[in-house]
């Protein structure tokens, strides 16, 4: 479009809004109204999208502690860490955005995104602390709190009302609040967290396989054709439906932002729960030689973390001239990845 031909559309309208407005007091305060109702919807939005700090998981423990006049016996800290996180994802500025149906959390998409990754992670956590971190083995009975909390973290993260998203996780919340007071008391023996090294296996073998998946999704936003490799290593494996040799693997465009923001919602959530693990597993991780390693997943995570100066997402190729910011996250993924499979292995030995 010629400037010329921008110029006239901008006096059509300037031409037109003054037209509009001297039509009287009304219309004025009308058009007043609407324009400090749009200013506060961007400002919220902006502010609304601030994605929280991180806490200090000794000090959260220490805290809680003190409050309710308990020891931190094992598991104390992994479990206030869990209550903390779940309470930030409801108290942060603006609340629980993903279930919004009215402006500004309608319009906002990258903190629903970053809601949605701590809340897959502590899905993972919950379920662990109910199938294993609670049981000293399979034949044990799970612990009734916890049988209540962990479909509480799991039910519809888009449900607005009746139930309410929020509502259903602050009472997945209390029972966890529930099982941390039985946890800490010595006369209530039925409430357990066992720090086993198999224990621990199992939960990180959840945590590998959603980073896993999110190195692909971020890998995957320039496009690529791969090799199948879906029945690679065993002769006899079959698949239920025939596919192509090569596969074609491209995140949609408009996804690219939500994978992106869905990876650092997921990695500050692991953060937190990693440094809490640290602290009730140290004895274990110790005798495993394996505390440097956890340290390293944890760095490598915290470098997914550093502040983004871009307005925006970019997606430029692999070599091009602009950046990709979806393969700079995938990369420190994926190296938090293969540091999680190196900790396995040590937690695996003898």
Do not use: C
């Amino acid at each position: 479009m010629a400037l010329a031909d921008l110029k006239d559309r901008w006096t059509d309208f300037s031409v037109d809004v003054r037209a509009y407005l001297g039509g009287g007091t009304v219309s004025k305060v009308i058009f007043t109204l609407l324009v400090i109702y749009l200013l506060a919807i961007i400002g919220l939005g902006f502010y609304w999208s601030l994605e929280p700090d991180s806490f200090s998981v000794k000090e959260n423990a220490s805290r809680l502690a003190a409050e309710q006049q308990r020891q931190q016996v094992p598991g104390y800290t992994t479990t206030a860490t869990l209550m903390r996180v779940a309470e930030t994802l409801l108290e942060k500025p603006g609340g629980y955005l993903r279930n919004d149906v009215f402006p500004p959390g309608l319009v906002i998409d990258n903190m629903p995104s970053w809601e949605y990754g701590v809340l897959i992670q502590m899905r993972d956590l919950s379920r662990a602390m109910r199938k294993d971190l609670s049981r000293s083995q399979s034949q044990s009975k799970e612990d009734p709190d916890l049988a209540i909390a962990e479909p509480q973290f799991n039910f519809d993260a888009n449900s607005w009302m009746l139930p309410s998203s929020e509502k259903e996780y602050r009472r997945g919340i209390r029972m966890l609040e529930r099982y941390l007071d039985r946890l800490s008391d010595p006369q209530q023996p039925n409430a357990q967290f066992y720090t086993r090294a198999d224990n621990l296996n199992n939960w990180l073998a959840d945590v590998s396989a959603r980073l896993g998946s999110l190195s692909q999704r971020l890998s995957a936003s320039v496009g690529k054709v791969r090799i199948n490799t879906d029945l690679a290593g065993d002769s006899s494996a079959t698949q239920s439906t025939a596919t192509s040799d090569e596969l074609l693997v491209k995140t949609p465009w408009l996804q690219i932002d939500d994978v992106l923001y869905e990876s650092r919602g997921s990695a500050w959530a692991l953060i937190h729960f990693l440094k809490a693990i640290e602290i009730d597993f140290k004895d274990v991780l110790q005798k495993k030689n394996a505390l440097v390693s956890l340290r390293q997943i944890i760095r490598e995570l915290e470098a997914t973390q550093e502040t983004m100066w871009s307005p925006m997402v970019l997606n430029g190729s692999g070599f091009g001239v602009l950046a990709n910011h979806s393969l700079v996250m995938a990369s420190y993924i994926s190296r938090a990845n293969a540091a999680i499979l190196d900790l396995r292995a040590l937690l695996a030995q003898g």
